[in-house]
Every structure is written in C-alpha cells, then in structure tokens.
C-alpha cells in the first residue's frame, strides 16, 4: 500500500488550511457562491438534493484497515454513521454539513486520505483491478503503474481545466476487470512475446449521454513511455476538445469527431515533443513505485488445509455457496480473495454503516493483512485470505450481513444514488434496486441463471453504469413523471458492448415485472451453459421485445 512521503503529506496537511480559509471567506459573505463553487468542487464537495455531499478518493480502490476505521468515525461524527461507495472505487459523505467539511478533510489528511480532483473537469481518481496482484491471471501489476499515474496526474498543472472530466482505468490481467473500455483511457498492460512489459492505450470510451466503446490508440507501447504518452492524449484532448458545448465536451467525442487515427496521429504528433524527456520512466521509478507493494508476509498453508476445505465445502452447503460466488481463487496457493457483498435489501447497493466499516477493518487486519478494496461493483475485498480461515471469516461476514452468497448474480446490483439523494436525478434508482432483489431473492433462481449484471442509474449520466448492464434500468422523466427504460446486451468486460433499449419506458410498479419476462426469454432460449449475455447475442432483441410488449 502506497504511504505518503513528506512531499505528499506537506500538500495535503496544506490544502486543508487553504479549502477551510476559502470556507471561512464564503461563510463570512466574502466570497460569492460563484467564486466558492470551483473551489469547492476541487475538493470533492458537490451541493445536492437534500445536503452537501462529500466524495473521498480511494486511490484505485486500496484502503488501509486505519483509513477505513477513520472514514467510520467521519462518517459517525459528520455525517449519519454511514458512507456509500461507488462505482469509481471511492467513498461519498450525503449528509455532511458544509462547514464541517473543513475538519472531515483534516481527519481525512491525518489517514493519508483526500478529496482533491474528485470533482471538477481534471483527471479523475484512476480506477483498477479489484484482485490486482493476486489475480492468477495477472500479467502485471497495475496498483504500481496507478500509483505513477496517480503521481502524474494529481494537481497536474495543464490538466486542472480540461474541456470535461476524466478518467483513466488500468488492468493488468488476462480478464478485463477494470472496465477499460468505457473510461476516457483505458490502459491493458501485457507482455509481448520476448515478455517485454507493454501498454494497450485505449481512448475515448465513456458512458453517460452518449455512450461509447472505447478504440486503441496504441496497441504496443512500451512501459518507458506512459507518462509522457498519457500526457501526449491528455494534451491533444484539453486542446481540441470542444469547450462550447458541455454535452460534447468529453474525450469520446474529439475522438468520434475526428476518427481514431488522425486522433491518433495528433497524438504521435505532441508526443514528438514529450518522448524520452523528462517523465520518461525507468526502472528505478519503477521500483520506486513497487517498494510500497511488498508482497504480505504470507504463512505457509498446509496442504491439508486444502483437504479441509474441500470437504467443508461438501458439508456445508451454505458455505459451498459461499465460496462459489463470492470467493476467488488467488495466485498463491493456499490463499483466496473473499468479497464482501455490499447489497442488502434493507440499505442501498455500496452502502456501508460506520460499525460495518469498523468491523472490516477488524477482519482485514485479522485475516488479510490489514488491507481492503473497493470494487467498481460496489463491494469490498479481502485480498489475502489463508484458506484454513475462510470458515471463520465467513462466519464473521454472515454476522454483519455482508455474507450475500450473490456476487455476480442478478442480485449483485449496481445502482447510483438517483433521486433519493441526486439532484440531477430524473428518478429514483434504490427503492428499484430494493424491490428487485425482492423479487429476485431465492438463491436457486439466482444460481440458475448464472452471471447476469444489473445497472441502475438515475438519469442518463450514468453512474450506475446501465448501459453496460447486461440488463440496465434507466430513469427518465417524462413531463414530471417517473419512468424507466430498460436495456439489455451491454457488458463492461472484454467483449464489451453496449445495451440496446428494449422499447418505451415502464412506471416503476412494472419494472420487476418487466424484468421478470426478460429473464424468462433467456431462460426458455438459452442453450445449455449459455449466459444471459451470449444467449442475447445470438437471438437479438426481438424476442425479448415481443415477450415483455406482448
Ligand atoms: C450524487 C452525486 C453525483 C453527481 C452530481 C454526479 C454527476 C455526474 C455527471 C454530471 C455525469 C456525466 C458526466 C459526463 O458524461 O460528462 C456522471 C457520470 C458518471 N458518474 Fe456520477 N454523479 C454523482 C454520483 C455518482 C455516483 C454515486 C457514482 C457511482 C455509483 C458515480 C459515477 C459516475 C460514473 C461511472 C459516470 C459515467 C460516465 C463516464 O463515462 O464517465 N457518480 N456523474
Ligand atoms: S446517474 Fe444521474 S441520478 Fe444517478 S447519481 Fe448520476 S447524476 Fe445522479
């Protein structure tokens, strides 16, 4: 895990000095709501529906079992004693008070933690893989290449006012679990065949307004170059993109406008100028960025563990359950990563009580060597779990209610605040999740149908990510009133694509219902084995269309 150094502390300690003078100025009237705003935003606080909200990065997605103590005790101090986690692996406050914001980043700067450039048209907190480093089917690393990128990137001087946001993803596994292919860069590194370490740089995917799979810029550059390359795209963006029109402001749009290679060769072209200077890496940056990524002190495991384990799993059929969905396997044996399923019916999808968060952090110093990530589905992770104490630990999870035997099944929701909290929500997006793992609760059911994505999002920005659900669920407003669209076929992986919409809009008593129909075209078409996914490929939209307009 990556620990700030003198340099790193010094600027955040001082930033929190500088945001709680420009409060002081705005609560004394000397600075307008205008001038606030920008400042404001550069910190992570938005005004929304009900009360400020507060949006803590988790550079991609590690936390350290101290931080999490330390968001519980902000988020029981500050807030109302809970946080939600999201989709960009970071943690949002809903109910702060403006003028605590000051202390909440003072406590946050004492856990190495912070809230710049989680708002505003700046590179954004740069997402991973959550079983980075232990992934058996990692390639690479990324958390060193993130944290390199996080280095670059934070309070990065030309990049503080891009035409719009921005967001990197990175993945270093054979299995794309990072989303790549809907960020603005999307970066796969891979070995080429003399097992040189290179970089797949895709640009100009996002989702939103208008949704796109992104296009590789570079099939094959080597590591030495990632930051001046980055720098390169990032600069051809701020300099063409479009800066008149909000809606058509994102990279996804220079890059659809103006075609993937001259997008590319402007690119090559500012490159000139960046390649081999200043911030070309080499081995001992590198290196540099890896000592914060030690291997944990792992024990032995006996094989026999291994027997043990087996057989409980054919004993204890709530367990088998258990480890089928929410356990994965690691690189070293003897060792899995369990997640920890933030879907409840009773709370919202990513939503985590400070006791919860107390209790994780308990568990991962306990069983994980004091580290816990966030998953871009809204979860939590234990990377390092000795198999011989997943009993135990599933035990304690079942306890605190995070045990959901659910991961990757339909139950498994992602879903965005929507209208309980958004205020540019055009509906509701929880109280559909809730009443869809109603419905859809019975575990058989849910096995049966093997892995299915849900995405909820409020409104067409997207953040529950609906257009890559394989079933997605759009609210949108027609003449003040809630409705919601459906869409199916779209997925986040490596055969990314983007869902299809189904037909007109449904009120919100029908979604279930709806979803429901959906869900037994597959079942009555599906092949053997077949995913929801596959099954919808090969027999198009048309006869979920007939079945649910029936
Ligand atoms: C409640 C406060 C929030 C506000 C005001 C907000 C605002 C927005 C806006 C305006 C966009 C569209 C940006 C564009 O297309 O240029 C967007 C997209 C997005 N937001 Fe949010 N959002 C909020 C909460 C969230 C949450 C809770 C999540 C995660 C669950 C999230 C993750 C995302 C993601 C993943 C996108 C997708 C668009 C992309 O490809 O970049 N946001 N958000
Ligand atoms: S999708 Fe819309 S409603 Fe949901 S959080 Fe994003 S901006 Fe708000």
């Known amino acids: 895990m990556y620990r700030y150094d003198i340099h790193d502390q010094t600027l955040v300690d001082e930033r929190v000095a500088q945001f709680r003078d420009q409060m002081e100025r ?16 550069q910190n992570g606080l938005y005004i929304q529906r009900h009360a400020p909200m507060l949006r803590i990065a988790i550079p991609y997605g590690m936390l350290a079992g101290n931080q999490l103590r330390a968001l519980a005790e902000i988020t029981r101090r500050y807030d109302r004693g809970y946080g939600h986690f999201t989709t960009r692996q970071n943690l949002q406050l809903n109910w702060p008070a403006l003028e605590d914001v000051p202390d909440i980043l003072a406590d946050l700067a004492k856990v190495q933690m912070h809230a710049i450039q989680t708002s505003g048209n700046c590179i954004r907190n740069t997402t991973s893989d959550q079983f980075a480093g232990i992934a058996n089917d990692e390639v690479e690393d990324p958390r060193p290449w993130c944290e390199l990128i996080r280095q670059w990137s934070t309070l990065h001087p030309e990049f503080a006012y891009l035409p719009r946001k921005f967001k990197i993803a990175v993945s270093g596994a054979a299995q794309d679990r990072a989303a790549i292919q809907v960020h603005d860069i999307g970066l796969r590194l891979w070995h080429n065949a003399d097992g040189e370490l290179r970089v ?7 989702l939103g ?5 992104a296009d590789v810029v570079r099939e094959d550059l080597p590591w030495q170059h990632l930051l001046t390359y980055l720098e390169a795209c990032v600069r051809v963006y701020n300099q063409f993109g479009r800066r008149d029109n909000k809606f058509k402001a994102r990279i996804k749009i220079l890059v659809k406008a103006l075609g993937i290679e001259e997008f590319r060769r402007r690119v090559d072209e500012e490159w000139a100028h960046l390649k081999d200077g200043p911030q070309t890496l080499n081995q001992a940056a590198v290196d540099a960025a890896k000592v914060h990524f030690p291997e944990p002190d792992r024990r032995p495991v006996a094989d026999s563990a291994n027997d043990d384990f087996d057989r409980l799993r054919t004993e204890n059929r709530s367990f088998a359950r258990f480890v089928t969905n929410n356990v994965t396997d690691h690189r070293v044996p003897g ?21 919860q968060m107390e209790a994780v952090a308990d568990l991962a110093d306990r069983y994980s060597f004091g580290e816990v990530r966030v998953t871009h589905e809204q979860n939590l992770v234990l990377s390092d779990v000795p198999v011989d104490e997943l009993e135990a630990l599933w035990k304690e999870l079942e306890a605190l209610g995070m045990a959901n035997p659910t991961v990757g099944t339909l139950n498994d929701i992602i879903c965005c605040p929507g209208g309980d909290y958004c205020s540019l929500a055009n509906a509701v997006s929880i109280p559909i999740a809730q009443a869809l793992q109603e419905r859809f609760e019975d575990l058989d059911f ?6 299915l994505d849900l995405n909820i999002s409020g409104c067409m920005n997207a953040c529950g990510h609906h257009h890559v659900g394989h079933i997605g669920i759009l609210g949108v407003d027609k003449k003040g009133e809630e409705y919601y669209q459906i869409s199916i076929g779209g997925n986040s992986t490596d055969d990314a694509s983007l869902g299809k919409i189904l037909g007109p809009s449904f009120f919100r008593e029908d ?27 090969r027999i198009g939209l048309k006869p979920f269309k007939e079945r649910v307009y029936a």
């Open 200 to 206: 797949k740089v895709l640009a100009g995917g996002g």
């Open 335 to 355: 060792y899995k990563a369990v997640t920890l399923s933030l879907k409840r019916r009773e709370h919202a999808p990513g939503d985590v009580t400070a006791d």
């Open 209 to 213: 307004r208008t949704p796109m799979i």
């Open 511 to 537: 979604v279930p219902n709806v979803v429901e129909k959906v869900l037994e075209v597959y079942v009555s078409q599906r092949h053997e084995d077949e995913r929801f996914l596959d099954t919808y490929r």
């Open 446 to 451: 849910l096995y049966d149908l093997g892995p």
């Open 26 to 41: 705005y609560r004394a009237g000397r600075l307008g709501e205008e001038e606030f705003r920008p400042l404001r935003l």
